[in-house]
């Protein structure tokens, strides 16, 4: 009759794990001391060099956000912001269908790929971003890349 070969209990695991134990703690106990500085600090210097390794493998790389070049950008384009309410278009002009109306009765076109501008519809907003002259000589365009609530 063939045996079966019964799973280590509890018990013999633990033994053999304090056994390992024991084993590595008198091969450790036989170390220089300068020999366990040295082991010590490769092991930290390695350490060290994965976790920078995998920060730079793991870091998502962030396109930056460019106007639609279907438009001059004739003007200057630096980050501006400005403030006003989000009204929406009857007819679709230079490709937006919102507009931001300043208090002082100024218009912005607003035109943006990143953000849903309906979200905004009828809200006082401040919208940041870059403003090209419109190709029709219309009002400007702002190409929305960030817009916070007031």
Known sequence: MTEKKQA???????????????????????????????????????????????????????QTAIPDSSSSASGSSQLVSHSGIVRQMDVVSSGASYYLEKPDETIFLLRSSEIDLSFFKESSVTAEGVVVESSDGGDDILFVSKIRLK
């Open 8 to 62: 280590p209990s509890s018990g013999d695991r633990v033994s053999r794990i304090l056994a390992t134990y024991a084993r590595t703690e008198e091969k450790f106990s036989k170390f220089s001391r300068r020999n366990l500085v040295l082991l010590i600090a490769g092991v930290s210097i390695g350490c060290i060099a994965l976790g920078a390794l995998f920060a730079f493998v793991l870091t998502p790389y962030k």
